[in-house]
């Protein structure tokens, strides 16, 4: 039995989990800074770093109170991210291992993310097709085996993410805009209005989302009287779409057997009904609570790292660009 401490810092939640075998979640914490950045309309690193620094002890503390017994190895997120957040994750994940003599197992964030699905009720074999969706990425990667991933396609521009965040922000619609829009768009009618599918006619399995913003841009200057809520389902309709018509793609050219959804727009809920109902192939995704940054992710990441032998030491340094 495996027993995993994971730390999440990368972007703005502070997580603190443990993890049992991979797979089961023991302990979840997670500290959102969402109301501290909601009045600046998106993250200010350095207001960031500084929340986490603040939070992290007393996350730790709360973890290991109702933690189940001792630790086998210290996980964390070391790219990509914000350069100050990710180095408060790091130095006390590398105090931590160095105190307690465990070893440090460093999680790319994404492999994080994708790790999240084995938290599920029905974790996915391999090999499978990911759709990672986030603020930050948008990409389709193939897992043939454990840590092993060949990204097939991602966003030329805006991730699928920060496009709901930038749509929110045009709508007047609180940060962040993910959820905000799924709400606005619940009383709307999704074909008010035709959005473009950026790069949706292309034959290849890139996205771009940087077009569908300004078409709600113009939209809204052209003020032909759609209400907010036509205007967010119309927007979420055409953002979820792209997000299909590459999928299915994908799913196509490899022969995918099975799907991995993850990523905090993975939340959304009609790209979890659609793709369930139209992908064709069984769909494996986390909970609603682990698509967004947490430490369960990173931990159930890094306890598969530590049984394949692949952990850290304490010369690890963040790097906040490295792709998968
Ligand atoms: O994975 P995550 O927590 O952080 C990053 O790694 O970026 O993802 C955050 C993103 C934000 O852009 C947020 O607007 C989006 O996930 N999001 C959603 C929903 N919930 C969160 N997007 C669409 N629909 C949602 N329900
Ligand atoms: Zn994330």
Same mark, same amino acid.
């Not at 974790?123 to 986030?134: D, H, K, Q, T, Y």
């Not at 193939?142 to 991933?149: G, I, K, L």
């Not at 966003?155 to 805009?177: C, I, Q, W």
């Not at 159930?300 to 010369?315: E, P, W």
């Given at each position: 039995?495996?027993?995993?401490?994971?730390?999440?810092?990368?972007?703005?939640?502070?997580?603190?989990?443990?993890?049992?075998?991979?797979?089961?979640?023991?302990?979840?914490?997670?500290?959102?800074? =969402?109301?501290?950045? /909601?009045?600046? *309309?998106?993250?200010?690193?350095?207001?960031?770093s +500084?929340?986490?620094? #603040?939070?992290? @002890?007393?996350?730790?503390?709360?973890?290991?109170?109702?933690?189940?017994?001792?630790?086998?190895?210290?996980?964390?997120?070391?790219?990509?991210?914000?350069?100050?957040?990710?180095?408060?994750?790091v130095?006390?994940?590398?105090?931590?291992?160095?105190?307690?003599?465990?070893?440090?197992?460093?999680?790319?964030?994404?492999?994080?993310?994708?790790?999240?699905?084995?938290l599920?009720?029905?974790?996915?074999?391999?090999?499978?097709?990911?759709?990672?969706?986030?603020?930050?990425?948008?990409?389709?990667?193939?897992?043939?085996?454990?840590?092993?991933?060949?990204?097939?396609?991602?966003?030329?521009?805006?991730?699928?993410?920060?496009?709901?965040?930038?749509?929110?922000?045009?709508?007047?619609?609180?940060?962040?805009?993910?959820?905000? =829009?799924?709400?606005? /768009?619940?009383? *709307?009618n999704?074909?008010?209005?035709?959005?473009? +599918?950026?790069?949706? #006619?292309?034959? @290849?399995?890139?996205?771009?989302?940087?077009?569908?913003?300004?078409?709600?841009?113009?939209?809204?200057?052209?003020?032909?009287?759609?209400?907010?809520?036509?205007?967010?389902?119309?927007?979420?309709?055409?953002?979820?779409?792209?997000?299909?018509?590459?999928?299915?793609?994908?799913?196509?050219?490899?022969?995918?057997?099975?799907?991995?959804?993850?990523?905090?727009?993975?939340?959304n809920?009609?790209l979890?009904?659609?793709?369930?109902?139209?992908?064709?192939?069984?769909?494996?995704?986390?909970?609603?609570?682990?698509?967004?940054?947490?430490?369960?992710?990173?931990?159930?990441?890094?306890?598969?790292r530590?049984?394949?032998?692949?952990?850290?030491?304490?010369?690890?340094?963040?790097?906040?660009?490295?792709?998968?």
């Amino acid at each position: 039995m495996s027993r995993v401490l994971g730390i999440e810092t990368s972007c703005d939640e502070t997580g603190i989990a443990i993890v049992e075998d991979g797979v089961r979640v023991a302990v979840n914490e997670v500290a959102s800074q =969402i109301d501290v950045h /909601a009045k600046y *309309g998106g993250v200010v690193p350095e207001i960031a770093s +500084r929340q986490h620094t #603040k939070c992290i @002890s007393q996350l730790l503390a709360l973890a290991l109170e109702t933690s189940p017994g001792p630790l086998d190895a210290i996980a964390v997120t070391y790219a990509p991210g914000l350069m100050g957040s990710l180095l408060v994750g790091v130095n006390f994940a590398k105090a931590l291992a160095y105190s307690w003599r465990l070893p440090l197992v460093p999680v790319h964030h994404l492999e994080g993310h994708i790790f999240s699905a084995f938290l599920s009720e029905t974790p996915p074999e391999f090999p499978f097709l990911a759709l990672i969706v986030s603020g930050g990425h948008t990409s389709l990667v193939w897992c043939d085996r454990p840590h092993h991933y060949e990204p097939l396609g991602s966003t030329r521009d805006d991730a699928v993410g920060e496009s709901f965040d930038k749509v929110a922000r045009l709508l007047n619609l609180p940060y962040p805009g993910g959820p905000s =829009i799924q709400r606005a /768009a619940e009383n *709307g009618n999704p074909s008010a209005v035709k959005f473009p +599918r950026g790069l949706g #006619k292309a034959d @290849s399995l890139e996205f771009s989302y940087s077009g569908l913003k300004t078409a709600v841009l113009y939209q809204l200057q052209k003020d032909e009287g759609h209400s907010v809520a036509d205007l967010a389902a119309s927007f979420q309709y055409a953002a979820v779409d792209l997000l299909l018509i590459k999928t299915k793609l994908a799913i196509q050219r490899t022969g995918a057997p099975r799907l991995v959804l993850a990523g905090g727009v993975a939340a959304n809920r009609m790209l979890r009904d659609r793709l369930q109902s139209e992908a064709g192939i069984p769909v494996h995704m986390p909970s609603i609570a682990l698509c967004m940054d947490n430490g369960a992710m990173i931990a159930a990441a890094g306890a598969s790292r530590f049984r394949h032998g692949l952990v850290g030491d304490l010369s690890l340094t963040p790097q906040p660009s490295l792709p998968l």
